[in-house]
């Protein structure tokens, strides 16, 4: 490949820089009646600056971000822990249909009987995914299940009369991990990891005691490796009398083949947009559902849903938590990943075989040109260290990332985990073909070549994008974090 | 432009990477170029207020790169007399100018005792070496 | 059926390169004892075909907005969606792109972002806005633990009583763990009273309330604000975007920050969600600020270009430390929301408030039924019932119409009030039909 740019990029004005006063597209209906008088202290003085845009300048104006915008629709994009597997566009259709999309959060269950009969359903996989027995769908990502299941811990021990102040993560853990903790007014511990890649079982036993109240732990971890010893990890919590959290960032490994439940986890949060398949919309939406054991069921966040006869959603819970966002939950993410989960049936374990066969693959033809830290097979995903590259030729894991945009690929997750030098974290997915994954291969490979040969092409790159790398201090020390109009700074390079 | 590698004699340090320039029961505070260098140019430094008292080996402000923050440690116990308002608006002189310009705090120590656990700079530049 | 792309020898080559002899063999990291030992017992697979007509068939269980005259908001409004939203969510780059983290990648979706943020700061008078929360509700807790920061020595939130319920409740789930204590301040017929908030407000770290408030009324939102603002606390609002073309922006009377749902500008109402909350605040709290920010730099040849920024505020840097543990957010709703004001522009904005002005006027004048409140009102009136609402909800659905919502399910003493709602996609027959109805079963 060259450094010379593969095809010439418009320029993408903003939609204020777009605007023209007195345009409009959106003409909303006046009915013939007189317009009553507000409050003067309450009305509006200076109308917001929106954008005034005819339809057809507007539908160029998307186009042209959307042109911008690389997904999965556009190429591979083996962005480590984040699951970027293909999105089924009959969901986007199933979602869309006036039945799920017109209907209104506050209509009476009797009226909403086919969407309340579609949670339940989605419950019902997910408890025997998990292996545990009862299941809420209402937290809305992975972060907010992770902190829903510490104020079910919160809520079991006061209930037990038990005060326990402490929660342990791994120190490869993702950084929502320690977030959750505080925000869920824990203390933090961190546990290491041993040569294997294993949580360090010695280092464990000396930190859990009477004052913990659990673990939060990815398994897989975000090393992409399965921990060996989790049986012993579990006996270690509940002999202390703690819980245990399993983080399902990682779930797409062990679908249909280990059970949270039966690894001894006692709260799972899953990521519906990771596992089962939501477009991952430039940020969101996700979906969070939380999975627990009967002791732990009367915590449980409310409203759940219930089917007693008809579908309904239950309310009456006194030891909840409480609710931990809107309504029952995003329904539209629950329509998605039910299609899913139905199109596949128990060949789920399947998906997560395949996740598992493409990612040993790529490690494997990757193996002697990267580094590898933990020396293993790998699970659904792996970790590599760009140390040797580093050291040999001046060349980093930003390097080879930018450097990938010029083979058409999306980089994978760089610099973590943490506990890994240069990390370039690979996750494939099971929905890519042989062929995605060996023009990545090459790509790696001669990357590598690369850095030898002429280390400042990587240094450049990204040499095709519609823009080259970012002066990213100045953005920080002199934000800029929306367009000021007429008093928008013209910034010169 | 950040400065070359350096560890002044005359300075005490920190196993966290923060030095002391001890001026009878004052003592000026900052991070060491190791420090710098490892998190990268500076775009924030959140610093204590004057007043306030800080305490050995406990955070005592924040400094900030695009991609890394890291608590500054205080290596001494004491009063906050002054805070470098030049490192508050301008923190890339931390880097450029690391043991002079881009100081930090200014305290009157509370225990000047706790010097003599400070390592000197033959001390330091192993510790920093074995990072 | 399945979406996976391997054939038979794409596999035996595959599992040659790794040098095993089956998949099986992949998964000896697992320890035996914790491994299923049986098919998972799940319902079958089904085609495209079948899935399809499976799922359509729940769908046709759900009475939607298009089957019966509804009059249902209270939170979740029926505006109407324009088709140019299709434009942003059918694409591909936008549905299928995760967040930013490499901007040479993904530069369209950031501008659209730093785009949405600026709508948001026009909208509400403010600063700076994040790239969304997942909803109205859980924002309210991501400000209040701005606020526990901001305050630190206050450890008390006061909340509006005719804040929205479930935006309440979701703070009240959240606020053990900040270490904050929450008190509400209850209504006085149907508003809140400046001087109750000043009392509350002296040893508070933050003062919500919602305008126009849950019961449909307009508070006195200048005087609530400065009551929270001369006891020191921060004064936060709970608004809803499509009336910001009316009412005046809270930035204009004094609040620190600004939330809301964002649903009813360019999200269907979807059974709840996924919608996206809102977020902005003063310049003063620009680093307390939780989620991701889109910021405006150059890149190395000096062409403007756009990032994620003040990053060490999240939870992949600051982790234990960080302003909240949000991750994944709502961006391809908000860019929904984007495209929905834009189409509106400055006019549509103000039309569209005007209109829903104009038809709850009327309704309140065409319904038969004594108004709750005395308070004015913009796109919801509360009314009293001679019998329990939730039964003249039903008997008016056996009529096809859906005439609100029973606010007793939420406000002790309120069984016989019931809230109907207009938007802008109702007419002025559609409400002499809800009038027709409410007189019949009212009866």
């Known amino acids: ?493 | 432009m950040a400065a070359a590698e350096s560890y002044p004699d005359d300075l005490r340090y920190h196993r966290e990477h923060d030095w002391a320039r001890i001026e009878g029961d004052e003592a000026t505070l900052g991070i060491t170029w190791f420090a710098q260098d490892a998190l990268g140019e500076l775009v924030h430094y959140e610093a204590p207020e004057v007043g306030t008292t800080v305490t050995k080996d406990q955070p005592c402000g924040e400094v900030e790169s695009v991609k890394a923050v890291s608590d500054v440690v205080a290596p001494l116990s004491g009063e906050v007399l002054e805070v470098n308002a030049k490192a508050v608006d301008e923190p890339e002189i931390v880097n450029e100018d690391p043991y002079g310009d881009g100081w930090l705090i200014r305290i009157r120590m509370s225990d000047p005792a706790e010097v003599e656990a400070l390592m000197d700079v033959e001390a330091y530049k192993a510790h920093a070496a074995e990072q | 059926m399945s979406y996976l792309s391997l054939t038979d020898t794409d596999r035996q080559e595959m599992l040659a390169a790794i040098g095993v002899s089956s998949v099986e063999e992949l998964f000896e990291q697992v320890p035996p004892g914790v491994r299923l030992d049986r098919e998972l017992d799940v319902p079958p697979a089904l085609g495209e075909a079948e899935l399809a007509r499976h799922i359509e068939e729940l769908a046709a269980r759900n009475v939607h907005t298009g089957a019966e005259l509804s009059f249902l908001g209270a939170g979740i409004y029926d505006h109407y969606v324009p088709s140019v939203v299709d434009v942003v969510l059918s694409r591909g780059e936008f549905l299928t792109a995760y967040t930013p983290y490499q901007p040479e990648m993904s530069q369209g979706v950031l501008q659209a972002i730093f785009e949405y943020q600026t709508i948001i700061c026009e909208l509400t008078g403010m600063d700076v806005s994040n790239a969304s929360g997942y909803d109205g509700m859980t924002v309210a807790a991501d400000a209040c633990f701005v606020a526990k920061h901001a305050v630190p020595d206050r450890k008390k939130i006061v909340l509006a009583e005719t804040l929205n319920p479930q935006v309440r409740q979701v703070v009240k789930t959240y606020a053990p763990g900040f270490g904050l204590e929450v008190v509400e301040v209850p209504h006085t017929n149907g508003t809140t009273d400046p001087d109750r908030v000043a009392e509350q407000a002296r040893d508070a770290a933050a003062v919500l309330f919602q305008q126009p408030n849950f019961l449909g009324c307009l508070e006195p939102a200048p005087d609530l604000a400065e009551a929270a603002n001369e006891a020191g606390a921060l004064a936060i609002a709970h608004v809803d975007p499509m009336s910001l073309g009316v009412l005046e922006a809270p930035g204009a009377y004094g609040c620190a920050m600004a939330i809301g749902e964002g649903q009813s500008a360019g999200n269907w109402p979807s059974y709840g969600g996924p919608h996206y909350g809102f977020l902005a605040a003063r310049k003063d709290f620009i680093r307390r600020m939780p989620g991701r920010i889109v910021g405006e730099t150059l890149d190395m040849d000096g062409r403007r270009a756009f990032v994620l920024t003040l990053q060490t505020r999240e939870q992949h840097i600051r982790r234990e430390k960080a302003t909240s543990n949000i991750t994944t957010n709502q961006t391809l709703l908000a860019l929904a929301g984007l495209a929905t004001l834009s189409w509106l522009g400055p006019e549509g904005l103000r039309e569209v408030g005007e209109t829903c002005l104009t038809l709850s006027q009327y309704t309140r004048k065409q319904v038969a039924l004594e108004p709750a409140f005395d308070a004015s009102a913009l796109k919801e009136v509360a009314f009293r019932t001679p019998i329990p609402a939730r039964e003249v909800i039903r008997r008016a659905r056996e009529h096809g119409v859906h005439p609100g919502y029973a606010l007793g399910r939420d406000y002790e003493g309120m069984d016989d009030v019931l809230l109907v709602a207009v938007t802008e996609k109702r007419t002025k027959e559609d409400v002499d039909r809800l009038a027709e109805v409410l007189a019949e079963v009212c009866r």
Request: glycine share 10%; net charge negative.
């Open chain 1, 1 to 493: 490949m060259s450094t010379e740019p593969g095809r010439a990029w418009s320029d993408a004005p903003l939609i204020f820089e777009r605007s023209r006063p007195g345009r409009r597209a959106g003409r909303p209906p006046r009915p013939d009646l007189p317009v009553p008088d507000l409050p003067s202290s309450l009305r509006r003085a200076h109308p917001p600056r929106l954008p005034e845009l005819s339809e057809p300048e507007l539908v160029r104006h998307f186009t042209a971000l959307a042109d911008r915008t690389f997904g999965i629709d556009t190429g591979f994009y083996p962005l480590g822990s984040c699951t970027m597997k293909h999105n089924p566009r009959v969901h986007e259709r199933l979602a869309g249909l006036p039945g799920f999309r017109d209907l209104h959060p506050y209509q009476e269950d009797e009226g909403a009987q086919g969407a309340l009969e579609l949670m339940w359903r989605l419950q019902e996989m997910l408890a025997e995914i998990a292996g545990l027995p009862a299941v809420t769908l209402q937290p809305a990502a992975g972060s907010q299940g992770e902190l829903t299941g510490l104020m079910l811990m919160r809520a079991y021990f006061a209930d037990r009369g038990e005060e326990r102040d402490t929660i342990i993560t791994a120190d490869t853990a993702h950084g929502t991990n320690p977030a959750s903790v505080t925000m869920a007014g824990y203390r933090l511990e961190k546990v290491g990891t041993d040569e294997r890649g294993n949580l360090d079982l010695d280092d464990l036993r000396g930190k859990v005691n009477e004052r913990t109240a659990g673990l939060m732990l990815t398994n897989p971890s975000t090393l992409g490796l399965f921990d060996e010893g989790i049986e012993e990890v579990a006996r270690i919590f509940h002999d202390a009398g703690a819980l245990l959290y399993y983080d399902g960032a990682n779930l797409n490994a062990v679908v249909g083949i280990s059970r949270p439940g039966d690894m001894g986890f006692d709260i799972v949060h899953y990521n519906l947009h990771k596992t089962f398949s939501q477009p991952h919309g430039g940020g969101g939406p996700g979906g969070g559902p939380v999975a627990v054991r009967d002791t732990i069921e009367p915590f449980l966040p409310v409203p759940r849903v219930v089917q007693d006869g008809d579908y309904r959603l239950d309310h009456d819970h006194p030891k909840s938590i409480g609710r931990v966002r809107g309504f029952a939950g995003p329904f539209g993410v629950f329509v998605r990943s039910y299609a899913f989960m139905r199109a596949y049936g128990p060949g789920l374990k399947e998906m997560s075989e395949v996740a598992v066969l493409n990612a040993n693959y790529v490690l494997a033809r990757l193996r002697d040109v990267y580094d590898l830290p933990y020396d293993r097979l790998c699970m659904h995903e792996f970790v590599l260290s760009a140390r040797g590259l580093k050291r040999e030729h001046g060349v980093t894991a930003l390097d080879i990332a930018k450097r990938l945009m010029d083979y058409g690929i999306h980089p994978p997750t760089i610099y973590f985990p943490l506990v890994v030098p240069e990390a370039l974290m690979i996750e494939p997915t099971e929905t890519e073909p042989k062929e995605r994954l060996d023009d990545f291969v090459d790509a790696m490979r001669r990357i590598a070549e690369e850095a030898a040969e002429s280390p400042e092409l990587l240094k450049e790159a990204p040499h095709g994008r519609p823009v080259r790398r970012l002066d990213e201090v100045r953005a920080a020390k002199q934000p800029i974090l929306r367009y000021l109009f007429d008093e928008h700074p013209a910034l010169v390079g």
